[in-house]
């Protein structure tokens, strides 16, 4: 009886306070608290609801860009039409409109660090296309490019824009003049063969991914890769080479397929060469620390500060699995080692670091990953990804999220908001389609295209 009433004081004074996980009832002669209004808040996970603010009208064809400007506060919006509008997040106001010299099937709206440029890229249906850069203040042409490009990057300081193309060339141009600052050669030349003959070819001249690069943290170095072939690091003043990254997997003799990683600060550059993870300076090319035998790299987490793994484990009856671990990439210590899941097409790290949403082959689901814990916290029904060619990405469509990271949705129709705390279904929102975006610094404004495909939709999510 003495102990009983221990406990009895213990919870009467602590009630108020104090937040029990989820218990099976008591059994009889015993004690249990009874839950407090906090602490059924913080059991019962939290619902998000979203209010249209704003209807963006005026495009004649459909729109097929939506892009944030870096501080949230501006959206363009490109369409088929050759216009991008640029409109204000927190009224809908148009602010300006930016004529385009014809109509294009793809646009490609790129703004520059400073939020004061807009590069804008369109490819017409008849592959002919040119790069226009404005003004994003008053909506004038600053200069023109005289082509289509796979890749545009701007320069941290906003001076340089980037860009690469499918014949495995980088150039360098001046934003302002648009003068040819320099050309990078990424890949030698193609030799001219038959059709017939680059059938039986596997090399990057049959392979239409081009090259591909971006600036690196300071600026002053350009980093390009390109299929089958050894990345290079280049001033971005002279043009020059720097350096050469060779990423020939010798042991195999087969030659490394895929780009290098770049980390989100640019800082530096994770290969798999000969079965090891070998972590570099990216402005010098020095091996800053080799990881062996952790499997291949997936992606860094968005604070650079560990590298996501994958290896394959083949069974003797179903399909594969693969083993996930995250590594300190100062330490090379893993952090956390993740439950066994089916193949891995794609990994989507949430902006918080604290979920990764892994998409895996045809037959599977896709599933939101716990990174502290290593478990897996919900499965989303989205079956893994089936690049084809011919028919379309199924299933590849990326996953983005809110600044916050609390918010996560898949770029297909109809577009549904998850919740990266319980993994359940916040809201499908009939009355969208995609292209989405979520605003980079505001997680409470989400913009998508409308049903009708010619207006974009402001939406604010509040939390109840």
């Known amino acids: 009886m003495f102990i009983r009433r221990i406990i009895v004081i213990a919870i009467v004074l602590g009630a108020a306070e104090i937040i029990l996980p989820a218990q099976p009832a008591p059994a009889v002669g ?46 363009a919006t490109g369409s088929e039409d050759g216009l991008v509008r640029l409109w204000n997040t927190r009224t809908g106001e148009r602010l300006a409109t930016l004529s385009h010299a014809g109509r294009y099937e793809a646009l490609k709206i790129v703004w520059s660090p400073d939020g004061r440029s807009i590069a804008v890229d369109g490819l017409s249906r008849h592959g002919v296309g040119d790069t226009q850069i404005w003004d994003a203040r008053n909506g004038k042409v600053l200069t023109s490019l005289p082509a289509h490009y796979y890749i545009l990057d701007w320069s941290p300081n906003g001076r340089f824009l980037l860009s690469t193309n499918l014949e495995r060339l980088a150039s360098i141009w001046d934003a302002k003049s648009g003068a040819l600052v320099a050309t990078l050669e990424q890949d030698p030349p193609c030799p001219k063969r038959s059709f017939l003959k680059s059938l039986g070819e596997t090399d990057s001249c049959n392979n239409l991914t081009g090259a591909t690069g971006s600036f690196l943290a300071d600026g002053r170095t350009i980093l390009t890769t390109s299929w089958n072939h050894s990345a290079k690091l280049w001033d971005s003043e002279t043009g020059k080479l720097k350096a050469t990254l060779d990423l020939a997997n010798v042991a195999r003799g087969v030659p490394y397929r ?9 800082r530096s550059i994770a290969t798999y060469v000969r079965q090891e993870v070998i972590l570099l300076d990216s402005q010098t090319g020095e091996v800053k620390s080799t990881l062996e035998s952790i499997g291949a790299p997936l992606a860094f987490s968005p604070n650079g500060q560990t590298l996501l793994t994958v290896v394959t484990e083949p069974k003797a009856k179903l399909r594969d699995e693969v ?51 290593g478990r897996v916290k919900a499965r989303l029904p989205y079956r893994g990804c089936t690049s084809d060619t011919l028919f379309g990405n199924g299933g590849c469509e990326p996953f983005i999220f809110s600044a916050d990271g ?38 409470r404004v989400l913009v998508t295209r409308g049903k009708d495909k010619r207006t974009a939709l402001i939406w604010e999510v509040s939390w109840q």
């Open 30 to 75: 015993t004690f249990a608290a009874l839950p407090t209004a906090r602490s059924l808040a913080q059991l019962s996970p939290p619902r998000a609801a979203l209010r249209l603010t704003a209807t963006l009208s005026g495009h004649a064809k459909d729109i097929v860009e939506i892009a944030f400007s870096p501080d949230g506060e501006t959206v």
């Open 258 to 266: 895929g780009t290098v990683m770049l980390s989100p600060d640019r």
């Open 323 to 373: 083993e996930l671990r995250l590594y300190d990439t100062v330490t090379a210590e893993v952090r956390t080692a993740f439950e066994r899941i089916p193949a891995v097409t794609g990994s989507y790290w949430s902006p918080d670091g604290k979920v990764i949403v892994m998409v895996g082959s045809a037959r599977t689901e896709t599933r939101m990953l716990d990174t502290s814990t």
């Open 406 to 443: 609390r918010i996560t949705l898949k770029e297909k129709d109809p577009l549904r908001l998850w919740s990266t705390e319980s993994g359940e279904l916040l809201t499908t929102l009939d009355a969208a389609s995609t292209p989405a975006v979520f605003s980079p610094t505001n997680p």
